[in-house]
């Protein structure tokens, strides 16, 4: 049996409108919005470094960086373990410079548990989907204290399992011996995930509830100051048939930001938190 060769196929996700919005408020409200804010407060003469932690080929820091362009005496960075991500990102960033004059972002490749850098030295911090893959995040979290500076900011997002679409869609498929997950996932191809009746973990080993994660950074000395509402939905086959009451979830989903209950409908979680200042 010759064995199919998957490296020119579409993937379900690069054409999934559920997974396509995910992304857009994960990057250019939860991200870019946040940082932007931050950025515009901070404006003047002094330098600000921002460096993403885990930030793969660079795809989270570009939007970032493009959303604030315009701001003056910012440095911009990207880490990641992987070094091939991480001169993925460089080659991107090279082609953005020469090709479209955007300003470099200078990628390196390092590890969380041992940041590359001084005491005291970062403005801002971004680490986007990255604490939930670490068995133990707390020395990744007293790092990020570490490395920035006094009244310094680390935006970290993380899924968040106690989302009620979530919780409702575990009960179901409880209720119905395994039927809903077959039925929500029906039409997402193997490259995206795995079989649906294979243990799907996408090695997460970390997510936990928003009231964790609070005192963990409240114990590392980085208290939240800030939660920022993620997207309702996550890419799935399900909401990209069902197209209609895709684009009611869409167009609620402004709305749902303003309601009292709102962090209960978001598939992740968004934490600004501040280093303590001297």
């Known amino acids: 049996m010759v064995k199919q060769?998957?490296?020119n196929e579409?993937?379900?996700f690069a054409r999934s409108w559920s997974h396509i919005f995910y992304f857009w408020k994960l990057r250019q409200i939860m991200l870019a919005k946040t940082v932007r804010n931050i950025l515009r407060q901070r404006q003047g003469d002094q330098e600000t470094v921002v460096i993403d932690l885990g930030c793969g080929p660079g795809t989270n820091v570009f939007d970032v960086y493009d959303a604030s362009e315009d701001m003056a005496n910012?440095?911009?960075?990207?880490l990641d373990l992987n070094q091939q991500e991480a001169a993925m990102g460089a080659a991107r960033s090279k082609y953005r410079n020469q090709g479209r004059h955007k300003q470099p972002i200078h990628f390196m490749s390092g590890d969380i548990f041992q940041l590359p850098f001084a005491d005291n030295?970062?403005?801002i911090l971004i680490s986007s989907e990255v604490v939930e893959h670490l068995p133990d995040p707390v020395p990744a979290l007293q790092e990020m204290q570490r490395v920035l500076k006094p009244n310094g900011y680390a935006m970290v997002t993380t899924p968040n399992p106690r989302n009620l679409p979530e919780m409702l869609g575990y009960a179901l498929d409880k209720l119905t011996f395994g039927g809903f997950k077959k039925f929500y996932w029906k039409g997402q191809d193997e490259v995206s995930a795995p079989p649906l009746d294979a243990a799907v973990g996408f090695g997460h080993v970390s997510v936990h509830p928003y009231p964790v994660w609070r005192d963990w950074f409240q114990q590392v000395g980085l208290p939240v100051v800030k939660q920022v509402r993620g997207p309702i939905v996550f890419g799935s086959p399900f909401f990209d048939r069902q197209r209609f009451l895709l684009g009611m979830l869409v167009m609620l989903d402004p709305i749902l930001d303003k309601l009292p209950l709102r962090f209960l409908t978001t598939t992740n979680l968004g934490m600004l938190c501040k280093k303590q200042g001297k």
């Open 5 to 7: 060769d998957w490296s």
């Open 10 to 12: 579409e993937k379900f």
């Open 74 to 78: 910012v440095r911009w960075f990207g």
């Open 121 to 123: 030295s970062v403005d």
